[in-house]
């Protein structure tokens, strides 16, 4: 008899619990929090082409590419032109490193085998705000990294991944700001 009462008791409390937390849930859907995103006035965005600093032909151009893709969808603008934009996204690439990261010893003559490159590109960025004339967001030294195996792969799929993640960066640090 003891048991099954000790069982109600622990019953009612885990269904009162559960009633709680779906009244604070209720609750809490009246009420939401400011930020995360742009500025109201800010719904279009112009993508400018990059200065290219480096050595490396191109890289401005894939950057660019890969950004008017995904950008403006993942910050919940549209692409527009440079006359109609509300925000202007501008950079410059600033530095691209192609470096071996892994090795083994090789066989006869004392070679050595490079198992892995990475590839580092540096970029600065602002993100102007054309109705207010202000910078919202501003890095400098952001670096993308990817790895290929020069076995079996090229140089451009370091490239791709180095884009991607310099993209979320951007991503990133331009929601940060709202």
């Not at 890289?59 to 692409?79: C, N, S, Y």
């Not at 600033?94 to 070679?111: E, H, L, W």
């Not at 993100?127 to 990817?146: F, K, M, Q, S, Y």
């Amino acid at each position: 008899m003891k048991s099954s009462r000790i069982r109600r008791i622990s019953g009612r409390r885990a269904a009162d619990a559960l009633l709680a937390v779906a009244l604070f849930g209720l609750v809490a859907c009246n009420y939401g929090f400011e930020g995360g995103g742009f500025p109201p006035h800010i719904r279009t965005i112009y993508i400018e082409t990059f200065e290219n600093q480096t050595a490396q032909f191109d890289i401005e151009q894939r950057l660019v590419t890969r950004l008017l893709e995904e950008l403006p969808a993942q910050l919940g603008v549209r692409p527009a032109g440079r006359e109609a934009a509300d925000a202007i996204l501008r950079g410059r690439v600033v530095r691209y490193d192609d470096v071996a990261q892994n090795y083994r010893p090789g066989g006869a003559g004392g070679t050595t085998d490079v198992l892995s490159h990475e590839v580092q590109i540096g970029v600065a960025v602002q993100l102007v705000d054309i109705r207010d004339n202000v910078i919202r967001w501003e890095a400098n030294g952001l670096t993308g990294r990817g790895n290929y195996r020069p076995d079996s792969q090229t140089d451009l799929v370091g490239q791709l991944q180095a884009i991607e993640n310099i993209i979320e960066q951007i991503i990133d640090g331009a929601q940060s700001q709202w």
